[in-house]
T-cell receptor
Framework: ETGVTQSPTHLIKTRGQQVTLRCSSQ?????VSWYQQALGQGPQFIFQ???????GRGNFPPRFSGLQFPNYSSELNVNALELDDSALYLCASSLGLAGATDTQYFGPGTRLTVL | GQSLEQPSEVTAVEGAIVQINCTYQTSGFYGLSWYQQHDGGAPTFLSYNALDGLEETGRFSSFLSRSDSYGYLLLQELQMKDSASYFC??????????FGPGTRLSVLP
């Protein structure tokens, strides 16, 4: 039990729709990262927020966007859904200490299926 | 860019020792982490090496050699519950994490 929660657990959308996924981080964790994990592959880094500002982004198009709120919750928004967006979406919170052992605590994930 | 390589699958028997290797190409990073993920579950942190050498945590040990761009996770006294996927990951100087493709470990009775 990491103390990181995500909602919803599962979601089915159709191509072209928009989706918002939510994450609640551990209290005191200033950093939240979002990952996309396709079946049988490693997590792919989407972006990271530190104290409500994006401070790192992976190789994902602008239709992937996010928000982080002062209450340690965050959102991942995906517009114009494509079939390839079907994956497990993971959020991970950490203390946000640059250069330190910044252990990430993952939530259980949201399984998104795009039809 | 950064990339990490791991064997896709490893099989071992209960009680045995298994080593999962990770080689990487990255311009700069703080340290090498290892995560375990059971089917249908979330990745959980196992170990972290900031410096070269061996780190031991119970049955798990992890090793890093920056000069060889290489690390490994060593699992001793294997148990059935160790059957899972194992990922190496680096935190680069851009504060981003890069994960390897994962190694699926199967522990046989």
């Amino acid at each position: 039990e990491t103390g990181v929660t995500q909602s919803p657990t599962h979601l089915i959308k159709t191509r072209g729709q928009q989706v918002t996924l939510r994450c609640s981080s551990q209290s005191g964790h200033n950093t939240v990262s979002w990952y996309q994990q396709a079946l049988g592959q490693g997590p792919q880094f989407i972006f990271q927020y530190y104290r409500e500002e994006e401070n790192g982004r992976g190789n994902f198009p602008p239709r992937f966007s996010g928000l982080q709120f002062p209450n340690y919750s965050s959102e991942l928004n995906v517009n114009a859904l494509e079939l390839d967006d079907s994956a497990l979406y993971l959020c991970a919170s950490s203390l946000g200490l640059a250069g330190a052992t910044d252990t990430q605590y993952f939530g259980p994930g949201t399984r998104l299926t795009v039809l | 860019g950064q990339s990490l390589e791991q064997p896709s699958e490893v099989t071992a028997v209960e009680g045995a020792i298994v080593q999962i290797n990770c080689t990487y190409q990255t311009s700069g990073f703080y340290g090498l982490s290892w995560y375990q993920q059971h089917d249908g579950g979330a990745p959980t942190f196992l170990s972290y090496n900031a410096l070269d050498g061996l780190e031991e945590t119970g049955r798990f040990s992890s090793f890093l050699s920056r000069s060889d761009s290489y690390g490994y996770l060593l699992l001793q006294e294997l148990q059935m519950k160790d059957s899972a996927s194992y990922f190496c990951a680096v935190k680069n100087y851009g504060q981003n994490f890069v994960f390897g493709p994962g190694t699926r470990l199967s522990v046989l009775p």
